[in-house]
């Protein structure tokens, strides 16, 4: 096992010549994506110590991350995470027979399968919730290609929602230089009224925001959903700043993750912006997504069948900026190059990505 040390934690490394990526044995957290040639992580690392949370115990450490449905989970978190096979708070009976918000995948250890220079594959098995997962990440220059497999080992057909928590913290998060792109649509507030639609970039919350930014005045207690809008295969969000010299963001299959899932808080406890790209805006237990089938005439979930696996892939890409950057006017994908388009420049950026998501 060629395990490393992250916050005095068991972790995995791998690296290309611009990436360095830090995968969390426990959680399997991608705890850092470090573009090698300004050592900047866009990832969000909390501001106190973590621990493995398969070692949380509300006795110790409640004082530190609390005790409720979301200690668990809080007391390891860092970067990006897998929320399955719901995303957010288990029910009242969940809970009191130990699950933890955002399921299964973020407390138990992840076992290595293959490591070498530039790839890692891991293995995790829910027993709680009769899943296996495979997860395969490789760097490729500015690229980190993630091959993720989800396999049902129960004799019973389930609802499964997949949300990819991707959260962006401090350095790179700033209210006065980071900006955000997506390819979303419609939306509405999480968890409120879904007929009362609007659209991206607007946010609301507390107050209504302006998401193509980082709130400048403190705030919290905002989630926003939207539908992936494209018109291609692909959906895309990406994040900069100009000071810290980078671009960074996703690419994901539409039809695979139909939901942007947007969340901030800028408060006394943290300074976090989520991009969750999802198969669902239902944030919840499996009663909630039944509930809530359909939200603006789309699926907020999938099935998975007995025996059965869904495979999915997607990347993450970062691309270095002069400090005069102005801004994103749009991120395409055609299936083998990103193009970038600076906001008041007529000529593209372009990155060659290759057929991946095949």
Not at 85 to 98: I, K, N, Q, V
Not at 193 to 215: H, K, M
Not at 242 to 249: E, P, V, Y
Not at 339 to 356: P, Q, Y
Request: hydrophobic letters at 35%.
């Amino acid at each position: 096992m060629s395990l490393t040390k992250f916050q005095n934690r068991p972790a995995w490394q791998i690296q290309s010549d611009e990436i360095r990526v830090t995968v969390m044995q426990c959680g399997g957290h991608v705890a850092e994506t470090v573009y090698r040639p300004t050592g900047i992580n866009p990832l969000w690392i909390q501001d106190r110590p973590t621990i493995d949370a398969d070692q949380y115990d509300p006795r110790i450490h409640g004082t530190i991350y609390g005790d409720d449905g979301e200690a668990k989970l809080i007391s390891g978190l860092l970067g990006h995470n897998l929320c399955l096979p719901y995303w957010g708070l288990p029910s009242e009976a969940e809970y009191r027979r130990g699950m933890t918000c955002h399921g299964e995948p973020n407390t138990v250890r992840w076992q290595e399968q293959l490591q070498i220079a530039d790839s890692l594959r891991l293995r995790a098995t829910l027993p709680e919730s009769g899943l296996r997962l495979d997860r395969n990440l490789r760097c490729e220059g500015p690229i980190v290609h993630f091959e993720t497999t989800v396999e049902n080992l129960l004799s019973l057909d389930r609802p499964i929602a997949w949300c990819e928590h991707v959260t962006i913290g401090p350095p790179f998060l700033s209210s006065v230089e980071t900006g955000f792109w997506a390819s979303a649509g419609r939306g509405y507030r999480t968890t409120k009224n879904f007929n009362d639609v609007y659209s991206w970039p607007e946010g609301r919350g507390q107050i209504p925001c302006d998401l193509s930014r980082f709130a400048g005045q403190p705030h919290s207690d905002l989630v926003n959903s939207f539908l992936v809008k494209t018109d291609g295969e692909y959906g895309l969000f990406a994040t900069w700043n100009a000071r810290l010299g980078s671009i960074f963001g996703y690419c994901f299959p539409a039809e695979q993750f139909r939901w942007l899932n947007v969340w901030e808080n800028n408060d006394e406890r943290m300074k976090t912006r989520g991009m969750e790209f999802s198969n669902t805006p239902i944030e919840g237990s499996m009663k909630q997504l039944f509930a809530t089938p359909r939200v603006l005439d789309q699926p907020t979930f999938e099935w998975l069948d007995a025996g059965s696996y869904i495979t999915k892939k997607f990347f993450s890409f970062t691309l270095a900026i002069p400090s005069s950057f102005k801004g994103l006017a749009s991120v395409r994908f055609d299936g083998e190059v990103i193009e970038i388009l600076e906001s008041g420049n007529n000529s593209a950026s372009r990155l060659h990505v290759g057929k991946v998501l095949d």
